[in-house]
């Protein structure tokens, strides 16, 4: 059975820290791509953030460059998200996706997502 697990979402005020944790089994990890997805109320969702399953590769959404960092511990099929100086505009519920396609266009699994809301 496939399980993708986020936690770490909290209320922070504007310019703290959070890190996102995202914990997956059921699946070789070690075959997909993963990815931090978030979508804010009334806005569409956007990719935050991606690892390649080989964790030589990484995606940042312009926004976030700089204040957040993508990683992960194939060992204990985590992956997580680590974000600094954050901005009330930061405020989602934060999805962990796996893929095979860098692009995921079309991820296959995803979570059930961790809320993140910063405050000014």
């Known amino acids: 059975q496939v399980q993708v697990v986020e936690s770490g979402g909290d209320s922070v005020e504007a310019g703290g820290s959070l890190t996102l944790s995202c914990k997956t089994s059921?699946?070789?990890?070690?075959?997909?791509?993963m990815c931090w997805f978030r979508q804010a109320p009334g806005k569409e969702r956007e990719k935050v953030s991606c690892?390649?399953?080989?964790?030589?590769?990484?995606y940042y959404l312009d926004s976030v460059k700089g204040r957040f960092t993508i990683s992960g511990d194939n060992m204990k099929n985590t992956l997580f998200l680590q974000m600094n100086s954050l901005k009330p505009e930061d405020t989602a519920m934060y999805y962990c996706?796996?893929?095979?396609?860098?692009?995921?266009?079309?991820?296959?699994?995803w979570g059930q997502g961790t809320q993140v809301t910063v405050s000014s």
């Open positions: 059921g699946f070789a990890r070690g075959d997909y791509h």
């Open positions: 996706a796996a893929g095979r396609l860098w692009t995921m266009t079309n991820p296959d699994y």
């Open positions: 690892l390649s399953w080989s964790g030589s590769r990484t």
